[in-house]
């Protein structure tokens, strides 16, 4: 990824076709407002279209114009268009964007889930575009191969969503471990979502690696590492219970009658699980 910065740097400030592509989600469009930021254009305007959502003819109008309306095409001026899913574009019009790259310098970063070569030997991008699109090729690796990207989405999305539902989430270690150590298929989109889940539906202030969803913690080796005996297990469980009575009833007298124990013992369970508290004189 650094490589990819470093490029992105040296063709900020000229006006040549890109190609970025990578898994869905992996942050491509994210990438392509970033090189336009970092040029000294960076105040022009940026368009994005979708070419998998609209048929050719609005696809054409939008881009090129048609009758007496302009396309972003012309009225880009010095700012950038994003063209999304390159290969859902009709060959006709493929034709009419090569020809305007040529003759009117626009600058161009058409995206892809998919590599251009492949794409090229499949039959859905045209020679022409192909070679103006060869020039800057850029990769955007999964996130799960990026792990400060990943960390920066992880930290984003957690205050996002701790102020949305007005909580005060924390990870244990182990659990932002296991947060770093997961695949993530569908990369940004899926942090997004898994986050927001875990901050919504949260028992506690506290999130450790057994309480992330299955499918982070079923493999992780931080959800067994350490903690593989009853002895772990049931105080994982009892922490658990302690920690959602405290939360329902708050005082001691309420909290041991709900748990069968006497105020003394909730008072130690309190102060052995519950983060900052102190028993009240």
Not at 169 to 198: G, Q
Request: hydrophobic fraction near 40%; aromatic fraction near 10%; charge should be positive.
């Amino acid at each position: 990824m650094q490589d990819n910065l470093r490029l992105a740097e040296k063709i900020s400030d000229v006006k040549i076709p890109v190609y970025i592509w990578g898994e869905e989600g992996c942050g491509k469009k994210n990438f392509a407002k970033a090189l336009h930021k970092i040029g000294r254009r960076k105040n022009e305007s940026v368009e994005v279209i979708n070419c998998a959502l609209f048929s050719d003819k609005i696809l054409e109008s939008v881009l090129f114009g048609k009758d007496d309306s302009v396309g972003i095409i012309d009225t880009i001026g010095d700012g950038m268009i994003i063209i999304e899913n390159i290969e859902a574009m009709s060959k006709y019009l493929q034709y009419e964007l090569r020809r305007c790259i040529e003759q009117k310098e626009v600058r161009i970063a058409a995206l892809s889930n998919f590599p251009l070569e492949l794409l090229y030997n499949e039959g859905k991008i045209i020679p022409e575009l192909f070679h103006s699109l060869s020039v800057i090729n850029i990769n955007i690796p999964p996130l799960c191969e990026r792990l400060e990207d990943l960390k920066k989405f992880i930290e984003i999305y957690i205050d996002i969503y701790n102020k949305k539902y007005n909580r005060k989430i924390t990870f244990t270690p182990k659990a932002y471990s296991a947060l770093l150590k997961y695949n993530w298929p569908d990369n940004v989109s899926r942090v997004k979502f898994i986050i927001e889940r875990i901050i919504l539906t949260s028992d506690g202030d506290k999130v450790d690696v057994y309480n992330l969803p299955k499918e982070i913690s079923v493999n992780s080796h931080e959800n067994y590492e350490g903690r593989f005996s009853l002895k772990n297990e049931l105080e994982a469980f009892e922490r658990e219970i302690v920690l959602n009575a405290y939360e329902k009833y708050k005082t001691t007298v309420a909290i041991a009658d709900y748990l069968g124990i006497s105020q003394a013992s909730a008072v130690r369970k309190l102060q052995k699980y519950a983060e900052g508290y102190k028993k009240r004189k």
